[in-house]
């Protein structure tokens, strides 16, 4: 399974962004689909996640500024980023998680995919 993100760029504090992301290949289905990040000399960190049935997530630190949506029927998930600060600056990772297909189209194994990565830049 492939993901492939775009959107990242460089804008001024205060500024918004939105990141797409869609996924392609061969798979059963997708049950979560999210985006994470990594700040230079940081740990990759959960950003936002959703779940095939809605559920949401979001780092504590962007509640109420990002916003995560999701077109199931399409593979895609959108980040939508408002009132960017500096340290949102990051690389911005796509992930989806599901299972592959199976026997007669059935839930096969499980799979843990990743996109490149999209540089987002918040300048003071």
């Known amino acids: 399974v492939q993901l492939q993100a775009c959107g990242g760029g460089l804008v001024q504090a205060g500024g918004s962004l939105r990141l797409s992301c869609v996924a392609s290949?061969?798979?059963?289905?997708?049950?979560?689909m999210g985006w994470y990040r990594q700040a230079p000399g940081k740990q990759r960190e959960l950003v936002a996640r959703?779940?095939?049935?809605?559920?949401?997530n979001y780092a504590d630190s962007v509640k109420d500024r990002f916003t995560i949506t999701r077109d199931s029927a399409k593979n895609t998930v959108d980040l939508h980023m408002n009132s960017l600060k500096p340290e949102d600056t990051a690389v911005y990772y796509c992930?989806?998680?599901?299972?592959?297909?199976?026997?007669?189209?059935?839930?096969?194994?499980?799979?843990?995919?990743w996109g490149q990565g999209t540089q987002v830049t918040v300048s003071s």
């Open positions: 959703m779940t095939a049935t809605g559920d949401e």
């Open positions: 992930m989806a998680y599901g299972s592959l297909v199976g026997k007669g189209w059935s839930p096969g194994r499980s799979f843990n995919s």
């Open positions: 290949g061969t798979f059963h289905s997708i049950d979560i």
